[in-house]
Nanobody, 124 residues
Framework: QVQLVESGGGLVQAGDSLRLSCAAS????????MGWFRQAPGKEREFVAA????????NYGDSVKGRFTISRDNAKNTWYLQMNSLKPEDTAIYYC?????????????????WGQGTQVTVSS
């Protein structure tokens, strides 16, 4: 099992930027795809972005394409979500997740390890 801890959330205004981080510990060799999901109150958890650990292949949810960028630093067992041009509808709890397979997925069920979440609030 790998343990994940998110950081970097906060309260910002529309148009601002934030960078989230996810630090992995434990069996860090046991994951090959890293992702970000988010969940707003009353809504289902939504795919945001994912990246494969070795090849760096990325995928993004339609609502964040062109605004968010996922990246990783394998030496630090950390991945990031750079969020630019934030909108009020980006307000949610953001979760990082890890998957054993080196295969991009947008499905919550495909990720076996999850962080505790970090709140991002964007005011208008």
């Amino acid at each position: 099992q790998v343990q994940l801890v998110e950081s970097g959330g906060g309260l910002v205004q529309a148009g601002d930027s934030l960078r989230l981080s996810c630090a992995a510990s434990g069996r860090t060799f046991a994951y090959n795809t890293m992702g970000w999901f988010r969940q707003a109150p009353g809504k289902e958890r939504e795919f945001v972005a994912a990246i494969t650990r070795i090849s760096g292949v990325t995928n993004y949810g339609d609502s964040v394409k062109g605004r968010f960028t996922i990246s990783r630093d394998n030496a630090k067992n950390t991945w990031y979500l750079q969020m630019n041009s934030l909108k009020p509808e980006d307000t949610a709890i953001y979760y990082c997740a890890a998957r054993v397979l080196a295969l991009i997925s947008t499905r919550v069920a495909d990720f076996g390890s999850w962080g505790q979440g970090t709140q991002v609030t964007v005011s208008s």
